[in-house]
């Protein structure tokens, strides 16, 4: 299953995002705490050069705890500013100002020797569609400001937002890379809701759910669906079962897979199941287990 999703629309948002770079202070990228490195943007990396730089690990709430620790280490160990959040709530919040501020105090000092005491802190934010960005500098703002919404490619345009006299946003649309560099990236991207469901086989989604999760937090699966997951069983099978656990049965007692695998893809994105990371630092690209407390 190789899922692309490029609207045209993204070609033009990159062209702007390297012009606007030049412009801030630092770049915040924001990244689903479930999945820090299928949610990445490589092509970020490349546009942002030498600037200094915040992850924000965002819906932490529906994360693994104890993996999303590791991952701050992580990136802490790579020079970034860090943060987790759940802008959804606002946890985690309160706490962007001051980490945007401190990474950036050699700098504010330097303006304040040259007499530029009232120069805001610039802060552009960037991710992929749909990991709530814009939800993330509403609650910053403490102002319904930037448009957000719970499906991929809502906003569009670039948007500036005063949180106050020291700081300001630039609010950038989500944008994706022409080309996934493998196919557990398209997954994991579709597993969260940031590609659109109409592009994908929604029940091949639902059975590479499955065994991700038999693998990994088999008792997520015991619990919810009642499954003794056999470490054998094929994601489809898997997906029969619990089908057939909740009765979804139809016309000759077929069991309706298309239904569970809506349910199941529903009930992972809200949370339901329990929380998970379906990526660990050690598989991050040049990751090293020994700087995440493994």
Not at 100 to 128: C, D, F, N, S, Y
Not at 162 to 169: C, F, I, M, P, T
Request: proline share 5%; net charge positive; aromatic share 6%.
């Amino acid at each position: 299953m190789n899922i692309q999703w490029y609207p045209g629309h993204m070609t033009k948002t990159r062209r702007q995002m390297e012009e606007d770079v030049k412009f801030v202070d630092m770049v915040a990228e924001v990244v689903d705490a479930r999945i820090p490195i299928s949610s990445r943007n490589p092509d970020i990396d490349a546009m942002v050069g030498d600037r200094p730089r915040m992850m924000i690990f965002n819906r932490a709430d529906q994360a693994d705890p104890v993996q999303t620790g590791r991952w701050l280490a992580k990136f802490r160990s790579m020079g970034y500013a860090v943060l987790e959040t759940d802008a959804r709530t606002g946890k985690g919040v309160a706490q962007f100002s001051a980490v945007a501020k401190a990474a950036l105090k050699e700098k504010i000092a330097a303006w304040r020797a040259k007499g530029q005491v009232g120069r805001p802190v610039r802060v552009m934010v960037v991710g992929v569609p749909n990991v709530g960005k814009s939800t993330l500098i509403n609650k910053i703002a403490k102002k319904k400001s930037a448009k957000a919404g719970d499906r991929p490619g809502v906003t569009r345009g670039k948007q500036w937002v005063s949180v106050d006299s020291g700081l300001e946003l630039l609010d950038t649309p989500g944008i994706l890379w022409p080309k996934f560099e493998d196919e557990t990236t398209g997954m994991h991207l579709a597993f969260t809701g940031a590609v659109k469901d109409e592009v994908m086989d929604s029940e091949a989604l639902a059975a590479a759910l499955m065994e991700l999760l038999r693998n990994r937090y088999p008792q997520a699966l015991a619990e919810r669906y009642k499954l003794a997951a056999d470490p054998a069983a094929p994601g489809w099978e898997l997906l029969e079962q619990a089908a057939r656990k909740r009765g979804m049965l139809i016309s000759g007692g077929e069991v309706d897979t298309e239904r569970m695998s809506k349910v199941l893809l529903d009930e992972f994105r809200g949370g339901k199941l329990g929380r998970f990371t379906l990526e660990l630092p050690e598989e991050m690209p040049g990751g090293d287990a020994d700087d995440v407390g493994v």
